[in-house]
Structure formats: structure tokens, C-alpha cells
């Protein structure tokens, strides 16, 4: 049977400065990858998807967040290499994020619309 779940957090009230160390910790060469974002917003942005991502992908899995190969296709989209037939997309703005995990390829865009 598919399934696809959806997740989504406000970060409206998270501290900036403990995502990016909390994502520190998780995330192989994380400092080379922020060093690049200028924009705090994006950097919060960036942290909060990424943790999220990795807790309920290591949920699922059953293994540790920073255990976690994520790769990238040529186009950006991430998938794990060392499990196929798990899919996930993550998205953000303004100040939620939302991730989609599933048995199935999938996507999943937010957008605040003002």
C-alpha cells in the first residue's frame, strides 16, 4: 500500500543560533553549506528543515540522524542512496517547514501567500 506523510513545524519562536548548532551536530560538512547563506531567514530556514528531516528519516529507519547519507540529484532533490524506496521532499517559507516522507516518489512546496 502507499503511503506518503506529512509533517510541518512552525519556527516561528526557534533560536537561530541553537538550530544551527543543533544542525551542526547532524550534518556532515554543515559548516561549509551555511557559510554560503547570507540570509539569516534562509540559515533558520536551512537548520529547521534539516533537523526536522533527519529525525523522522532516523525515526523511520531506525538508525541515527547523523548516520543519515543524504545525496542530492543534479536537480537538488535529495534522496537516500542506501534506501531506495524511501522518499522525501522538504520545503519552506516564511516560517514553516514541511517535509514528506513516503514508499513513493513525492514532492511537497509551501508558499505564504500575503
Known amino acids: 500500500m502507499n503511503r ?3 509533517y510541518m513545524a512552525d519556527i516561528s519562536k526557534a533560536e537561530t543560533n541553537r538550530l544551527i548548532r543543533r544542525y ?12 554560503g547563506i547570507r540570509n539569516e531567514k534562509v ?5 529547521a528543515g534539516e533537523i526536522m528531516l533527519r529525525a ?11 548516520a543519515l547519507e543524504i545525496h542530492r540529484t543534479d536537480a537538488g532533490k535529495p534522496y537516500l542512496k542506501a ?5 522525501f521532499n522538504l520545503t519552506h517559507s516564511a ?5 514528506a516522507l513516503g ?9 505564504k501567500i500575503e
Open 43 to 47: 540559515v533558520k530556514q536551512t537548520a
Open 95 to 99: 516560517d514553516m517547514v514541511v517535509c
Open 83 to 87: 534506501h531506495p524506496g524511501v522518499h
Open 103 to 111: 514508499n513513493i516518489p513525492l514532492g511537497v512546496d509551501i508558499e
Open 24 to 35: 551542526n551536530s547532524l550534518v556532515p560538512g554543515a559548516d561549509n553549506r551555511m557559510a
Open 4 to 6: 506518503i506523510d506529512v
Open 56 to 66: 523522522l528519516l532516523a525515526r523511520r529507519l531506525n538508525i541515527a540522524p547523523g
